[in-house]
Nanobody, 126 residues
Framework: QVQLVESGGGSVQAGGSLRLSCAAL????????MGWFRQVPGKEREGVAT???????TYADSVKGRFTISRDNAKNTLYLEMNSLKPEDTAMYYC????????????????????WGQGTQVTVSS
């Protein structure tokens, strides 16, 4: 079965950086849209960034210019580089895989993403 294994979360001071990784197992990684999402208690899951099969990216306005999503198809691994972190970036971050195709046609919405990681916590202190 498809499995997404995340790593790289942790605690960091405001202004610091973290790099999240997501290893995709049993999944034709290079053919499909991938994304990062985040969620805090009591709020809906929020799209952070997506990357399609050709490497085209989309970012939430709140992270644009600070976060970078990338993929290494040879390693079946998705990355999220997070710089200039702010306390409001604190959330559980989830890796997700779309089973429909290579185009991230739904933008930052969660609907098309069929597969999800377990989440990794990112905490940014003031």
């Amino acid at each position: 079965q498809v499995q997404l294994v995340e790593s790289g979360g942790g605690s960091v001071q405001a202004g610091g950086s973290l790099r999240l990784s997501c290893a995709a197992l049993r999944y034709p990684f290079s053919r499909y849209c991938m994304g990062w999402f985040r969620q805090v208690p009591g709020k809906e899951r929020e799209g952070v960034a997506t990357i399609d099969s050709n490497g085209s990216t989309t970012y939430a306005d709140s992270v644009k210019g600070r976060f970078t999503i990338s993929r290494d198809n040879a390693k079946n691994t998705l990355y999220l580089e997070m710089n200039s972190l702010k306390p409001e970036d604190t959330a559980m971050y989830y890796c997700a895989a779309d089973g429909w195709g290579g185009s991230c046609w739904a933008g930052l919405r969660t609907g098309p993403f069929n597969y999800w990681g377990q989440g990794t916590q990112v905490t940014v202190s003031s």
